[in-house]
């Protein structure tokens, strides 16, 4: 069940094209300095020049909401609909005056089930598209591989697409997916054996998130390129622009 402020119920009003799921990892490995550089780089997304002409050329403008997870996914900000720019800088301000909720886990695939139930079904006008836009410095330490899978299906199965912003820390997530993971609950279990665990963080997000019509993933290069590439994200999103072409994989990513 989500937890956080409740949606509003759906309303009678126009339709958008493109209706926009920030969601944004909030985890352990995300101090306080990181949280507010990730809400600081939501809101400047919002406020750059580049994003508000693709908003404003969007007839009827768009829809706007923002999940925060750990263990469990809460909402943020609640379904709203940005048309001018006098709703861009109160979204970002609302943004920037939230409180940082606290997680131990990276539950990628919990999150997604959270979209699935209870975000998007709450979306209160018809839209061309609903883009779910995922970024995070982990991967899933709560699900075995086959419940991730089921639950990102799950979510594509709405008809989302599901966009990508693995933040890359070097030295940090280099390799993910090998060891052990602990899920809330039921203790530490083993990861099955990967063929290959020399699996970095992009590679990760290709394989267990990235999915649906014209997917692409963006990385940052660390904390302090959140907002650069937000911004570059949300242009493309929202202006439906071609998305970049992903990088060759390198052998030992």
Do not use: H
């Not at 402020?5 to 209706?19: F, R």
């Not at 550089?37 to 969007?58: C, F, P, T």
């Not at 809460?74 to 609302?94: C, H, P, Q």
């Not at 019509?213 to 990385?219: D, I, M």
């Amino acid at each position: 069940m989500l937890a956080g402020p409740a949606l509003a119920a759906p309303v009678a009003d126009d339709g958008v094209a493109t209706a926009l799921v920030v969601s944004v990892d909030v985890s352990g490995s995300v101090d306080d300095a990181r949280f507010r550089l990730q809400m600081e780089g939501i809101a400047e997304a919002l406020e750059d020049a580049a994003v508000l002409r693709a908003v404003l050329g969007s007839p009827g403008g768009i829809y706007f909401s923002m999940v925060t997870w750990a263990d469990e996914a809460s909402l943020a900000v609640g379904w709203r609909r940005i048309a001018t720019r006098a709703d861009a800088l109160a979204t970002a301000a609302e943004v920037r005056a939230l409180p940082r909720r606290k997680g131990d886990f990276t539950c990628v695939g919990r999150m997604m089930s959270t979209i699935t139930a209870s975000v998007i079904p709450a979306l209160p006008v018809a839209a061309d598209r609903v883009v779910v836009d995922v970024s995070g410095d982990g991967g899933d330490n709560c699900s075995d591989p086959d419940a991730i899978r089921q639950q990102r299906e799950a979510l594509l199965a709405t008809g989302a697409t599901v966009n990508g912003l693995p933040i890359l820390v070097p030295g940090e997530n280099d390799v993910v997916g090998a060891g052990a993971y602990r899920a809330p609950g039921y203790g530490l279990r083993e990861m099955p054996i990967q063929e290959d665990r020399r699996v970095g963080l992009e590679q990760w997000y290709r394989a267990n998130v990235v999915g649906g019509p014209s997917a692409f993933l963006l990385a940052a290069q660390g904390y302090r390129d959140f907002s650069r590439a937000l911004r570059q994200k949300f242009v493309i999103e929202i202006g439906m622009l071609e998305s970049p072409s992903p990088p060759p994989l390198v052998a030992g990513r």
